[in-house]
T-cell receptor, first 113, second 114 residues
Framework: QQQVKQSPQSLIVQKGGISIINCAYE??????FPWYQQFPGKGPALLIA?????SEKKEGRFTISFNKSAKQFSLHIMDSQPGDSATYFC????????????FGTGTSLTVIP | ETGVTQSPTHLIKTRGQQVTLRCSSQ?????VSWYQQALGQGPQFIFQ???????GRGNFPPRFSGLQFPNYSSELNVNALELDDSALYLC?????????????FGPGTRLTVL
């Protein structure tokens, strides 16, 4: 059973556009929601993370929107650049039971110059 | 500050063999988690070690085993390799402090089973 569902599977955006990736979860015990960026042949790198006590977190061009009642969260990449082309994973964890992360299936983002 | 390192980078084994993968955690981190990432998929949790003790395990068979050493580095051992074990194996370290959950990943070991 997939604990975290991610969409879309792939995304093509023009340079300067907004990239939006969505994730949904079922386990209401999850209390930490990070987003990771992964380039081919590399390990995932933490991009930005949010806890359910806030509805939005922004770091530079990256914003997480969090909807606790809907059990959904999303990543918005503003002014998308070709260098943002990578695979993005959302994840969730329950800090009370350990640091096991449940990852989504990933979104392959391509930003066209 | 030294990041998470893993060795080897690539490895080719044949079915039935055994393999050991190694991970050095980030400085100051006492928790190491191992993940398997199949091609085109998200990482799947194998197990976690906290202060040398196993602290949680995912849905992987017992032929996947691990160790954590006093310096918090870790090993992942896989016995009786199967073709489906071909994947990128990722190690992630964290501080283990409650409320500080950020996991930092290494570059991974690419295992190919023939």
């Amino acid at each position: 059973q997939q604990q975290v569902k991610q969409s879309p599977q792939s995304l093509i955006v023009q340079k300067g556009g907004i990239s939006i990736i969505n994730c949904a979860y079922e386990n209401t015990a999850f209390d930490y929601f990070p987003w990771y960026q992964q380039f081919p042949g590399k390990g995932p790198a933490l991009l930005i993370a949010i806890r359910p006590d806030v509805s939005e977190k922004k770091e530079g061009r990256f914003t997480i929107s969090f909807n606790k009642s809907a059990k959904q969260f999303s990543l918005h990449i503003m002014d998308s650049q070709p260098g943002d082309s990578a695979t993005y994973f959302c994840a969730a964890s329950d800090s009370n039971t350990g640091n096991q992360f449940y990852f989504g299936t990933g979104t392959s983002l391509t930003v066209i110059p | 500050e030294t990041g998470v390192t893993q060795s080897p980078t690539h490895l080719i084994k044949t079915r039935g063999q055994q393999v050991t993968l190694r991970c050095s955690s980030q400085s100051g981190h006492n928790t190491v988690s191992w993940y398997q990432q199949a091609l085109g998929q998200g990482p799947q949790f194998i197990f976690q070690y906290y202060r040398e003790e196993e602290n949680g395990r995912g849905n992987f068979p017992p032929r996947f085993s691990g160790l954590q050493f006093p310096n918090y580095s870790s090993e992942l051992n896989v016995n009786a390799l199967e073709l489906d074990d071909s994947a990128l194996y990722l190690c992630a370290s964290s501080s283990g402090t409650p409320g500080t959950d950020t996991q930092y990943f290494g570059p991974g070991t690419r295992l190919t089973v023939l």
